[in-house]
């Protein structure tokens, strides 16, 4: 959906933002920062190159998007240009008083407007807010009168970005379009929430995470109550063949085809609704499934089956034969023992 292979740094502004909490203040740059060309191209590479997650969101307010403080400053910016250092300056403001938790780490605040983001085949202009938390401490090599010494320098590592948000100058009268990214997922909410203020955009992949999450939170407070854990990871591993072997995601057609069990159909889709109450969405019954955020999804479905022999028996979904899990597997109890058994059939080891 966007891409960055043409973009520029036309302004750049350095701040520092320190802990509210603890009192420790802000520092405001006085001016914008001059950047050479090789500057420029390890800073666009710092702050870009690290977006990998296809989630795209937009500012967000319950009493209207105009009522979100970084949406309006992000537009002042976009309608004039000139405002840009001094709207730097109350971004930096309003960083600062989100930033009231004292687990919350002071940084450097960059704000930065881009030139050419290709974004839907567009290209649009963006502003960049990033933010550096994390030290490294490096090793340096002063030379003195032919004479090597050795000694340490604290600083930035560009191999990670700690938090950052790319806000597109498209949809500005839906609440632009934005991506974001957080090293500290414990610290999501400070910087998703309490200071951007965002929320998901509901396209193809929001659904198809979405549903996927649910099928998983299905399975954990309906399936598991009632059904063995072979049965809870077989529902997990079709939900996933499901996604894997259609284009297209029909509420009714996965009802039919991965619940099977009719009784649960109707407890699905009731938990569904209140899934989508709790949550604060709202669904679609059909839409195009994103494979991108299904093989993400994927590393999160835990096919196992825990013993309390400490045996684990890991459970692979098989596109093309959906019911080997049932077929290959049985599940008995051995009276002289008095213990469950789960009996494997296969035709060689690999």
Request: aromatic share 14%; hydrophobic share 35%.
């Amino acid at each position: 959906m966007f891409s960055f292979i043409e973009a520029a740094i036309d302004s750049l502004v350095l701040h520092k933002v320190g802990n509210k909490h603890l009192a420790e203040g802000t520092t405001t740059s006085k001016e914008l920062l001059e950047v050479n060309e090789t500057l420029h191209d390890l800073l666009l590479n710092y702050f870009l190159g690290h977006f990998k997650s296809e989630d795209i969101f937009k500012f967000h307010h319950h009493a209207g998007v105009t009522m979100n403080d970084v949406y309006q400053y992000c537009k002042q910016i976009f309608d004039d240009r000139a405002t840009f250092y001094d709207v730097s300056v109350l971004l930096l403001k309003h960083l600062y008083e989100k930033s009231d938790h004292p687990k919350i780490k002071s940084g450097e605040l960059y704000i930065a407007y881009i030139e050419n983001c290709l974004v839907e085949d567009e290209l649009v202009d963006a502003i960049g807010i990033f933010k550096s938390e994390n030290k490294e401490v490096y090793l340096t090599f002063p030379e003195d009168h032919k004479k090597v010494s050795i000694a340490t320098s604290e600083g930035v590592s560009t191999r990670k970005l700690d938090k950052g948000a790319v806000i597109f100058n498209s949809y500005k009268d839906d609440g632009f379009r934005i991506i974001t990214t957080d090293m500290n997922t414990s610290e999501s909410k400070y910087w998703k929430e309490s200071f951007l203020g965002i929320d998901n955009v509901p396209d193809n992949t929001f659904h198809t995470k979405t549903y996927l999450n649910l099928c998983k939170d299905f399975v954990k407070k309906v399936y598991a109550k009632e059904e063995d854990k072979q049965e809870q990871v077989s529902f997990l591993n079709k939900s996933i063949e499901y996604f894997e072997n259609n284009d297209e995601f029909g509420l009714d057609d996965f009802a039919e085809k991965v619940i099977e069990k009719p009784e649960y159909e109707e407890k699905f889709k009731t938990f569904k609704q209140k899934y989508e109450e709790r949550k604060g969405l709202e669904t679609e019954p059909e839409f195009v499934i994103s494979k991108s955020a299904l093989e993400t999804m994927r590393k999160k479905f835990k096919s196992i089956i825990k013993l309390d022999t400490k045996v684990e028996i890991k459970v692979n979904p098989n596109p093309e034969e959906p019911n080997a899990n049932e077929k290959y597997m049985e599940k008995g109890y051995d009276k002289e023992k008095g213990m469950y058994f789960y009996k494997i059939f296969f035709n060689r080891e690999e």
